[in-house]
């Protein structure tokens, strides 16, 4: 198993290298973008309100987005809203913040060709959902300590390989998509048949590059095998992967998953010692996000103006957005893909 661990890691490094390689736009996490994650990161009590509200003042993209939010049907009152304190008292500054955060990566991150089995707008849906999901499994009540804000990013950025492999090998990626969907098998598995690794590994190498935390990137790299996750990893994997198992619930957007788990067979869902295993605590997580969705898809989703679907306090959220499909980059004719496969087959 250590030795497949190992192989599965080399593999996901050179296709990630490869893929910073091969001209795919996918730049370094600016300085903004810095002083947004860091923001996110930290409790929401403890936001420097002034400070945030000028680093958004100074982005303009993200200036008129959040306005656009909260001036959405969802939130909209009888006066419209032209300052960013005024929308942070509408919307929440937690809204806020997290839609600031999404709107961010993805304005960063190429889009992708939809493909059989996963489209763009669902694959943005289904992250939204994953990163509110996972914040609230932080909670406080729920006694896993661990920050809000670590899982909320780990929860958006669970799908990048997937973004990042359906970009860079359409054909091979849509097959695995096809074949898990078919043979109702979890995709991650497919993935490393085909690929000798995960799109979850592939991600994490991404990541890195960014300087995010090592333990947001294992989170991301082990969300579907926590128990394989470095020790000090493993929560943060287990709750990544309770919250894609919650989301699926939801059923909104989709991660061309052929098979998901159920809540009682995540790691944290087997362990009688955790609230997350209780099932009527499993009741309460999967009918507050139901609810929190429910008559909101599409009456708050503006695709023209890319506004993410917000929701009622903290809780899930949907995205749809409009561009123009990029062409997909073709990678090198001698990839070294293959080749690294070929010294551990």
Not at 77 to 87: D, F, G, H, N, P
Request: with cysteine; hydrophobic share 40%; glycine share 6%.
């Amino acid at each position: 198993m250590e030795n497949d661990l190992t192989r599965e890691k080399t593999i996901a490094h050179s296709i990630a290298q490869e893929i910073l390689q091969s001209g795919i736009d996918i730049p370094p996490i600016p300085a903004n973008g810095q002083k947004i994650m860091e923001i996110v990161r930290q409790p929401i009590d403890r936001i420097d309100i002034p400070y945030f509200v000028r680093l958004l003042e100074s982005d303009p993209s993200l200036f008129t987005k959040i306005l656009r939010l909260a001036n959405s049907p969802f939130y909209r009152e009888t006066e419209k809203i032209v300052s960013l304190r005024a929308a942070i008292t509408r919307i929440g500054l937690t809204e806020t913040v997290n839609s600031a955060c999404f709107h961010f990566f993805q304005e960063l991150l190429p889009r992708f060709p939809d493909i059989e089995g996963l489209t763009y707008d669902a694959f943005w849906s289904r992250s939204w959902v994953c990163a509110v999901v996972n914040r609230r499994l932080g909670h406080p009540n729920l006694d896993m300590g661990v920050l809000p804000g670590d899982l909320y990013l780990t929860g958006m950025l669970h799908g990048l390989g997937k973004l990042l492999l359906a970009i860079y090998l359409p054909k091979e990626f849509s097959r695995c998509i096809h074949t898990a969907l078919k043979q109702e098998e979890p995709l991650f598995e497919i993935e490393k048949k085909v690929f000798g690794t995960t799109s979850a590994m592939v991600a994490s190498n991404i990541m890195r590059t960014w300087e995010l935390p090592e333990h947001i990137c294992e989170g991301v790299a082990f969300h579907q095998i926590p128990e394989l996750a470095p020790q000090d990893s493993v929560l943060m994997a287990a709750l990544t992967q309770f919250a894609c198992a919650l989301a699926e619930l939801t059923h909104v957007g989709s991660n061309g998953e052929g098979r998901n788990l159920a809540l009682g067979d995540t790691f944290l869902g087997q362990k009688p010692t955790v609230k997350l295993a209780d099932p009527q605590i499993q009741a309460q997580l999967i009918q507050e996000a139901i609810t929190a969705l429910k008559d909101r898809v599409d009456d708050c989703i503006d695709t023209t103006n890319q506004i993410p679907k917000p929701t009622r306090p903290a809780s899930d959220v949907d995205m749809r957005v409009n561009k123009k499909h990029p062409d997909p980059v073709k990678p090198p004719k001698k990839s070294i893909l293959g080749w690294i496969k070929s010294l551990f087959s």
